[in-house]
């Protein structure tokens, strides 16, 4: 009698099984489920633990829902308003049961449905359900880009790396939804970018999803490679740099050299000695000249400490310039380089009177507001060559960043202090005329707002104690005379322009125009187009039809250029004007 051949185990290929009316559910936390990829999930609850009891004793068919709430650690107590409507049909291959009860379920994605509703909620979901269906379609469009993402892919292969058997896999595919959704749960996406090409019912509208997925983790791929490869390089040249300090330190000091570092040293030393400083500069010097001591040469720290220390030593901390306050020479001068503004010059001689009987008080901050053209540089430039001062000019138009007032703090690479330190240090004293030039084109950004740097320097209560971030010590500007300019009022911060006396430049009239123009314009373009007086003669007549016809503003720039063009040889059917042209 022979023996009972064993009954061989029917397979089943869960693709070509019917999606059921009504699913379980299984929610899943923290990813994805995709058809066609096989996945162990570790069940616990004692809720879904039932669910693929069930299962296993039925069609072994489950849906597979992610969790899109952001407490998605919970297996309990899911509320289905935070489950997606879309999911995956698990089918159970396998299920294992650990001591501690943990199911170990080997489940794989056959197909895709959509939730249309609950029918039942305890002791878990179940949802009836209709299938979506994955309509490949063959075409030269899908083609392509199956080969374009395929090949992409295996280029992210072996840039990321990922395992080579990946690759393989995607090879070897011929479901085109398949491909991309294995593709997909290799790119590190957020749950809800997952979920949203899961969605993507269209063959073609999928793949070019994909490939935008991929190209983007490619990039960024390739980024980061690049990034490790030039932190690698610059931690092997520092390496290499100090190895070969350590041999110059050793070699100078076998040959007895090391001496001009300290002779460096010593000098800086007696530059400070020699050097009027405060209290707290020269603590910050002395503090950094020890530093300096024990930094080797040529580190770049040592570069760093030394310009530190030598914009201390070229500031003027108590270097000042002399007043010379003559209201006579004052009025002359402004009669001489300005013609008209009777109550501007009115104005500054009474600011310079003032200034004369109270030479430490702390005065108004004039802001000269007018139109372009009319005099307000060089109003400025007349009170500093009144008062025996240097004069600084700075253009404070386009300034967008704090920065550019209070400088950049040290720890910046090529950090500098702000325009206002240094200003000071070319003008060389620490009571210049400072023109803050076109304040009302200050702007502001995300670097931050610089006309809330200019309070703390033009308010006289607080700017004797002005930090820059740069140096970080207190450098008094009580005794700089600042004086604005502005075109337009209006555009200027409220608080900013309530630390200002504001004095109006109207304008010019015809006949003001007139003498300026004979006076200043007329003899400074003969000088730059090398004519005599002989060479040009125009009536005060014609000047006025230029200024009429010609020019219509307020100051006189546009008055000089058409001056200028008639000494190059423009000649306007003008009354008056005759020219000699000398070539």
């Known amino acids: 009698m022979t023996a009972e051949q064993p009954k061989q185990e029917k397979r089943i290929d869960p693709q070509s099984l019917e999606v059921p009316e009504v699913l379980p559910i299984l929610p899943l936390h923290g990813f994805v489920f995709f058809p066609g990829m096989g996945f162990p999930l570790q069940v616990s609850s004692e809720s879904s633990r039932q669910l693929i009891d069930e299962a296993l004793l039925g069609d072994r068919m489950i849906g597979l829902l992610p969790h899109s709430g952001e407490d998605s650690s919970s297996q309990e107590d899911v509320d289905t308003d935070d489950l997606y409507q879309v999911g995956v049909v698990g089918y159970i ?25 609950y029918v039942q909620r305890e002791p878990f979901l179940k949802a009836r359900v209709e299938e979506i269906p994955m309509e490949v379609r063959e075409d030269k469009k899908i083609e392509a880009l199956l080969l374009g993402i395929r090949n992409q892919f295996q280029k992210l292969v072996k840039m990321a790396p990922l395992p080579q058997e990946i690759g393989m896999t995607v090879s070897a595919l011929t479901n085109p939804f398949h491909i991309a959704y294995l593709i997909t749960s290799q790119l590190n996406l957020k749950i809800s970018e997952e979920q949203e090409i899961l969605e993507i019912e269209d063959l073609e509208e999928l793949l070019l999803r994909v490939a935008r997925e991929l190209s983007d983790r490619i990039e960024t791929v390739e980024m ?22 350590q041999q110059l330190q050793a070699i100078r000091k076998e040959l007895g050299e090391g001496e001009d570092d300290k ?31 024990r930094i080797p040469p040529s580190s770049p720290e040592y570069t760093v400490s030394r ?12 270097e000042s310039s002399k007043d010379t306050i003559d209201l006579d020479k004052a009025e002359k001068d402004l009669e001489h380089d300005h013609y008209g503004l009777a109550k501007i010059k009115k104005r500054i001689l009474e600011f310079l009177a003032v200034r004369k009987l109270k030479p430490d008080i702390h005065g108004p901050i004039l802001c000269f507001v007018g139109p372009p053209g009319v005099g307000k540089t060089s109003l400025g430039q007349s009170i500093a060559r009144t008062m025996n001062r240097k004069f600084v000019r700075v253009a404070l138009g386009g300034v967008r960043d704090e920065a550019e007032i209070r400088g950049h703090r040290r720890t910046y690479i090529g950090a500098l202090p702000g325009r206002i330190i240094q200003s000071l240090k070319k003008a060389g004293t620490n009571n210049p005329v400072f023109l803050l030039d076109e304040i009302d084109k200050l702007g502001n950004d995300f670097r931050g707002d610089p006309s809330s ?12 104690t002005f930090t820059d971030h740069y140096l970080d010590i207190e450098f008094d500007l009580s005794k700089v005379m600042f004086i604005a300019t502005a075109n ?3 555009a200027i911060p409220g608080p900013l322009r309530d630390r200002m006396e504001v004095v109006d430049l109207s304008g010019y009239t015809d006949h003001e125009k007139t003498i300026i123009a004979r006076r200043h314009l007329l003899p400074r373009q003969l000088e730059e187009h090398a004519l005599d007086e002989d060479d040009l003669d125009i009536t005060d007549e014609a000047l006025r039809v230029i200024i009429r016809s010609y020019t219509r503003e307020a100051g006189v720039r546009n008055l000089e250029r058409q001056i200028a063009a008639i000494c190059r040889g423009w000649l306007p059917e003008l009354p008056g004007v005759k020219v000699e042209k000398p070539w």
């Open 263 to 293: 002779v460096e040293i010593r000098e800086l030393r007696e530059r400070v000695e020699k050097k009027g400083l405060t209290e707290e500069a020269r603590e910050a010097v002395e503090k950094e000249l020890e530093r300096l001591e």
């Open 488 to 490: 337009v009022l209006d």
């Open 453 to 464: 740097a200019l309070l703390e320097v033009l308010d006289p209560e607080q700017n004797s």
């Open 307 to 318: 310009n530190y220390i030598d914009w201390i030593l070229e500031l003027p901390w108590t």
């Open 93 to 117: 291959h396998k299920m294992t049961k650990s001591e501690e009860g943990v199911y170990q379920v080997l489940v794989s994605g056959t197909k895709k449905f959509r939730v249309l509703e």
């Open 224 to 245: 980061s490679n690049k990034l490790q490869e030039s932190i690698k390089k610059d931690m092997d040249e520092r390496q290499r740099e100090f190895y070969l300090r």
